[in-house]
């Protein structure tokens, strides 16, 4: 098994990402340059957070153009697990890997704190070892995270469970108008989806910054556990096949 | 915009225009043996210029302790490096970035951020964390002054008036931008902003005081300096080009004093751009990996000819540049313009002659520039070329070294502005002290920053174990080492303006004293010094007392100055600011797990005021506190008396206790006194109270309750722990006094055995945690 | 041959920016002004192209890398 962190020039969480696999749960994990033209040999691909190619005209507008992203499109509709992470998701978004684009945080201001979100759907290489509605506390840091798409989009991501995590109460209640629950003021209180497959995710906190108590929190551990466990799955289920 | 013409002759008369004085330009013929042309003037005028040269503030600044057994690199270089153990080294320095940013605050915070991040990274190491120490004018409307002895209370107050309302909305419009600039920088660049402080006081109004700290890391083998080797190497541009951004810029607006004509005449504001930053961090950490790099400089003020003459000077040797190799952003532009832009994110290397294309290659990844423009040469000229001619000639060290240096005119000013107030001149009786209490919490100074540090990125890298708010100081881990470094700044201007020597010695105090509340030893400190026009004899006064008081502390607490930068000319319309040397002191922490934060932890817990001892309560200094301006609008008399010893003895105690984890939780008495300390030690936890009871002493109750005499922290430990704590704080000559227990509910403070403060703890959280959202809500 | 490209949020998107600015309008005694939206504003010089090139390659690149059409619109126009 062997996770790759993709590194686009302006990327700054990608040692932290780095740092949480390897160091922290003791997986193989290498750094992808932006410029490499295929990405074959992992198992699956964080898109790290950052600010890829400056964001200056869109957050992760240019990065779609770049050769990686070109190879992570294949290996995504191959089946590889994909796992955006703040611009990274930005970038899926733009990318068109995932649906729906970023807005500016309804309060216009960058934001970096705490927040909790909501596991709503466990049925994901990436919350396979979390509970159905378990809160996690996880920061937050950007400026453009507040998700929107058109209402035909959003009754689908709705429909087939694409919605995987939702900004809440410490206690776990979704209150998609109360700027402490939905810092950002994202639709629905989106805080990370997915596409139809499951295999690519998206998520604004950043559950790599929270993987050491002596950090602030734990919680962002599940997320990398349940990928490593589906990918053990995967693997002892092609060896059986 | 228009060139600007070089072909000028130079006269006396366009000398003085460069600010430079007749004696300074006779030096200058002196030196050249000949009459400069304009690109010679203009390149002397900014190396000359108080920003550059230090030139009113050398004598002083020799009187500072610079050496330690820790010290690696003192003042000098980039920034000063401290060993921290493991093979590592700290690399840290303070700097300011005022002028640009009442100018531009949005800009100015940018790229003072920016500046002091290549600093960092300039010398090897890696940013992981930043610091803002920022002044700004009121942004509420402020404490009336009190009923009685009014009169008296408004004369002895230097900016008696209250702010108009456009005034406050203008302050908070330059607060917010600098907030916005800070974050945007920071948090692009992927350096983590983890603290700092913001105060407010009227003389900041049209002079904030944006003052940027940076922290990196590197193995101690891996440094590198600023000092050009080996002639006949070549030197190599890199980074972003040059334009005509902010020509006499910093080195000017820092060099004299704002008018209504220099803000109109807005030089070309320096425009930072973070990511450009960031491949710059990449590309030079990777190109100095190499080894093919022998020096490197960054270009910040007065870019071209300060980086060229003073990586030559260090190194005894010359450089020749040619401008026509220069990567240009604008067009036909003069070499006065080229040497004296300011234009951000640009490096100057000397490389190993032959390994040029290692060099270039790491920058050609990064999709950076990188050019040679020059060699080192053995004449010890910095000679620049352009056009195939000769477009300046100037010795090199002479530019960087022998610019003019005065022994100014001081003079300590008329006393009566500060004459001491004793407390039952503005107390009134029966004042209801847990409304006052209300006030202090909500007020500015005091009031909880979140509004603005959730603005930065405080995590990315993940090694920040206290950002900003859960502690006294940050903390950060180290990865791969057992260690932690905690850092600080602080610094009052007001105390500063009451007794600058004294106000300077309780900056270097509550900052060491602060790191010390995590658990950390200080170990090193660095200091920006903020002052007023240094031709008037009495803020000269200012600046040689705070030196002699930052000196004495300095010393005291065993925290040596690695760097730091002076800004004077800190004055609009004449009206000088409050002198304020703001200090940052970085500690070591021998284990990480042992770092403490403010926060009371558990229900239950003693909570216990730690007093180094020294120097009485001090009633007659409690007219200089927060709470005497907040509440009652008295800015009078000195701060209170300090007492190093004290001051040490209570640092090394602290340092003890967290080592052997005999405390949980650490938080000194410094602005607001016990009642804001105990207060703010409940807001960040997990909704705890507090009972105590501060005993009796010779001060009325306000005084107790909110004097602020330094040397004394609220700790807080589990009741079995007591007799421990005692005998640690035995050790260290510290009284260890149980005042209490933490407890929930209701927050209550007794005095002579009658409460004086009582209400439930979330109502006075409320009204810490929201009022600076609510004042600037709507910047 | 240069090209002027303005990007607008679409119609049906909110656009806080705009309607901070339009409330700082009203305080500032203009609260007469019904609506506000914030664009981006870009100019290109394409150097030398025909006006037909410079026409399709302004489009293309307004479409494909300046916009987002999930959220944003544009037009543009070019310039000799």
């Known amino acids: ?241 | 915009m228009a060139t600007i013409n070089t072909d000028i002759k130079v006269t006396p008369q366009i000398a003085a225009e460069h600010g430079l004085t007749a004696e300074e330009y006779a030096r200058i013929q002196k030196i050249l043996g000949r009459d400069p042309n304009f690109t010679e003037l203009g390149v002397f005028s900014v190396m000359w210029s108080e920003h550059c040269s230090y030139k009113s503030s050398r004598v002083h600044l020799k009187r500072l302790p610079t050496t330690g057994p820790r010290v690696v690199q003192g003042p000098g270089e980039n920034a000063g490096v401290v060993d921290i153990g493991d093979g590592l080294v700290a690399v840290f320095k303070i700097e300011s970035h005022n002028h640009p940013s009442f100018v531009e605050p949005f800009q100015g915070a940018a790229t003072g951020v920016g500046g002091i991040l290549r600093d960092i990274f300039t010398m090897g190491a890696r940013p992981i964390a930043v610091l803002d120490s920022l002044r700004f004018g009121p942004i509420t409307s402020g404490a009336k002054a009190p009923e009685s002895k009014a009169g008296q209370a408004a004369r002895l107050k230097p900016c008696p008036d209250e702010p108009a309302a456009e005034e406050l909305t203008r302050n908070r419009h330059i607060l917010d931008g600098v907030v916005r600039g800070i974050g945007f920088y920071g948090n692009c660049f992927g350096v983590p902003t983890v603290g700092g402080e913001v105060m407010f006081e009227p003389c900041y109004a049209n002079n904030p005081l944006v003052n940027a700290l940076a922290l990196g890391i590197a193995r101690r083998e891996e440094l590198f300096f600023a000092r050009a080797q080996g002639a006949g190497n070549p030197v190599i541009y890199a980074g972003a080009k040059t334009g005509r951004d902010g020509i006499h810029g910093a080195s000017l607006l820092a060099s004299a004093e704002f008018s209504e004509e220099s803000q109109q005449k807005r030089p070309n504001v320096q425009v930072g751009d973070p990511f450009m930053e960031k491949l710059l961090l990449e590309a030079c950490l990777e190109a100095m990996r190499t080894g093919a790099i022998v020096a490197i400089q960054d270009m910040g003020a007065a870019g071209l000819t300060s980086s060229s003459s003073e990586m030559a000077s260090r190194g005894g040797l010359g450089i020749e540049i040619d401008l026509t190799r220069v990567p240009q952003r604008e067009t036909a532009m003069t070499p006065y313009e080229m040497l004296l832009s300011e234009s951000q994110e640009r490096m100057l290397l000397v490389a190993e002659r032959g390994r040029e294309r290692e060099v270039f290659e790491v920058f050609h990844k990064w999709g950076l520039d990188a050019v040679e423009i020059g060699r080192v040469t053995g004449d010890g000229l910095l000679r620049v070329l352009h056009d195939g001619r000769v477009a300046a000639e100037i010795p090199a060290h002479a530019l960087a070294e022998e610019g003019p240096r005065y022994q100014r005119p001081m003079a300590a000013p008329k006393a009566s502005a500060t004459a001491p107030m004793r407390p039952e001149d503005f107390l009134r009786e029966g004042a209801d002290l847990t409304e006052n209490f209300r006030r202090l919490l909500a007020s500015p100074a005091i009031a909880s920053k979140y509004w603005i540090t959730e603005q930065y990125d405080s995590m990315v890298r993940t090694n920040t174990r206290r950002g900003p708010g859960a502690g006294d100081a940050a903390v950060l881990r180290l990865k791969g080492s057992k260690r932690a470094l905690a850092i600080k700044t602080d610094g009052n201007g007001r105390w500063g303006f009451l007794a600058p020597r004294a106000g300077a010695m309780h900056a270097v105090a509550e900052s060491a004293r602060n790191v010390a509340c995590t658990g950390a030893r200080p170990i090193a400190a660095t200091n920006c010094l903020n002052f007023g026009n240094p031709e008037k004899p009495e803020v000269m006064w200012q600046f040689s007392e705070a030196i002699d008081g930052i000196a004495e502390a300095c010393r005291a607490l065993e925290t040596p100055i690695t760097g730091g930068n002076v800004s004077f000319y800190n004055e609009t319309l004449g009206k000088p600011i409050y002198p304020t040397p703001v200090l940052g002191v970085l500690g070591l922490l021998e284990d990480a797990e042992c770092a403490l934060g403010s926060a009371f932890c558990h229900e239950g817990d003693a909570i216990v005021l730690l007093d180094g001892g020294g120097a009485s309560a001090g009633a007659e200094s409690f007219s200089s506190s927060e709470y005497a301006k907040a509440i009652h609008g008295v800015v009078a008399g000195a701060p209170p008396a300090i007492d190093l010893a004290a001051e040490k003895r209570l640092i090394d105690c602290l340092v003890q206790l967290a080592g052997e984890r005999a405390i949980l939780s650490a938080h000194d008495v410094s602005d607001g006194g016990m009642a804001v300390t105990l207060a703010e030690s409940c807001f960040d936890s997990e909704g705890f109270a507090a009972d105590v009871d501060l005993g009796a002493q010779d001060a009325p109750a306000e005084a107790a309750v909110f004097g602020e005499r330094g040397a004394r922290a609220v700790v807080s430990l589990s009741p079995a722990s007591l007799a421990r704590v005692g005998a640690i704080a035995a050790q260290y000559g510290v009284k260890a006094q149980p005042i209490g227990r933490v407890t929930r509910g209701e927050f209550r403070i007794q005095y002579r055995g009658v409460p004086v403060i009582r209400g439930m703890i979330d109502s006075f959280r409320q009204a810490w945690s929201e009022s600076l959202g609510k004042a600037l809500g709507s910047a | 041959m240069k090209a002027h490209v303005w990007v607008m949020l679409k119609s049906t998107v909110l656009d806080p920016q705009g309607q901070t600015i339009q409330r700082a309008l009203g305080s500032l005694g203009y609260d007469k002004v019904k609506e506000v939206r914030q664009g981006k504003f870009f100019v290109l010089d394409l150097g030398a192209l025909s006006r037909d090139e410079a026409t399709k390659q302004a489009e293309r690149i307004a479409k494909d890398v300046l916009t987002n059409p999930v959220i944003e619109e544009f037009r543009f126009e070019i310039l000799d």
């Open chain 1, 1 to 241: 098994m062997k996770f790759g962190v993709v590194q686009f020039p302006g990327s700054n969480c990608d040692d932290d990402a780095h740092h949480a696999i390897g160091a922290v749960i003791g997986q193989p994990v290498e750094f992808i340059w932006h410029q490499s033209e295929q990405v074959s040999g992992f198992d699956a691909i964080i898109l790290p957070g950052g600010f890829s190619y400056g964001d200056y005209l869109r957050t992760g507008a240019l990065a779609r153009f770049s050769p990686v992203m070109r190879a992570v499109d294949r290996f995504a509709r191959a089946g590889g697990l994909v796992l955006g992470i703040c611009n990274g998701f930005q970038i899926l978004l733009e990318a068109g890997l995932l649906p729906g684009a970023m807005m500016r945080n309804q309060g216009l201001r960058f934001l970096c704190r705490q927040v909790h979100v909501r596991v709503e759907n466990t049925d994901t290489p990436f919350t396979c070892r979390a509970r159905a509605g378990q809160v996690l506390q996880i920061p937050i840091a950007h400026m453009e995270g507040n998700y929107f798409c058109d209402a035909a989009t959003l009754s689908e991501l709705e429909r087939n469970g694409q919605i995987i995590f939702r900004y809440a109460t410490p206690e776990g209640r979704v209150d998609e108008r109360n700027r402490e629950a939905n810092p950002n003021g994202s639709l629905r209180a989106i805080a990370g989806i997915s596409n139809r497959e499951r295999n690519v995710v998206g998520l604004m906190p950043h559950p790599e910054r929270a993987v050491e108590l002596a950090l602030g929190s734990a919680d962002g551990l599940v997320i990398f556990r349940s990928m490593v466990e589906s990918l053990t799955r995967r693997g002892a289920e092609r060896v059986s096949a």
